[in-house]
């Protein structure tokens, strides 16, 4: 799945509500979306600001069979940190904050 594939699929997932949150430390840094500092409309407009040189992928550390997408974004003078993956029909979100957190 490229880019395009793969930013369609997650906003697509954003608007019907087909999504969830990895369970992990932290959350109140690492994944703002989670903690309810974001909404879906605000990772959504991150997500559209995301060009392809701010894409890359890997396996999953934990099931290599599941690609790992991260976007970093910029929008308002800050760089933005979105990891997911895709279980179907669903979006798995790891993590979602500005960069360097």
Same mark, same amino acid.
């Given at each position: 799945?490229?880019?395009?594939?793969?930013?369609?699929?997650?906003?697509?997932?954003? @608007?019907?509500? =087909?999504?969830? &949150?990895?369970?992990?430390?932290? *959350? #109140? %840094?690492?994944? $703002?979306?989670?903690?309810?500092?974001?909404?879906?409309?605000?990772?959504?407009?991150?997500?559209?600001?995301?060009?392809?040189? @701010?894409?890359? =992928?890997?396996? &999953?550390?934990?099931?290599?069979? *599941? #690609? %790992?997408?991260? $976007?970093?974004?910029?929008?308002?003078?800050?760089?933005?940190?979105?990891?997911?993956?895709?279980?179907?029909?669903?979006?798995?979100?790891?993590?979602?904050?500005?960069?360097?957190?």
């Amino acid at each position: 799945m490229g880019f395009k594939d793969v930013k369609s699929q997650v906003i697509t997932c954003l @608007e019907n509500g =087909s999504y969830d &949150h990895e369970v992990r430390e932290k *959350i #109140d %840094v690492k994944n $703002l979306f989670q903690c309810g500092q974001l909404n879906d409309d605000e990772v959504i407009e991150l997500i559209r600001h995301t060009r392809g040189n @701010e894409y890359e =992928s890997s396996p &999953h550390h934990q099931a290599p069979t *599941i #690609d %790992v997408h991260v $976007l970093k974004p910029f929008k308002n003078g800050k760089r933005w940190y979105i990891k997911f993956y895709f279980i179907e029909p669903d979006a798995m979100f790891i993590s979602v904050h500005e960069s360097g957190v």
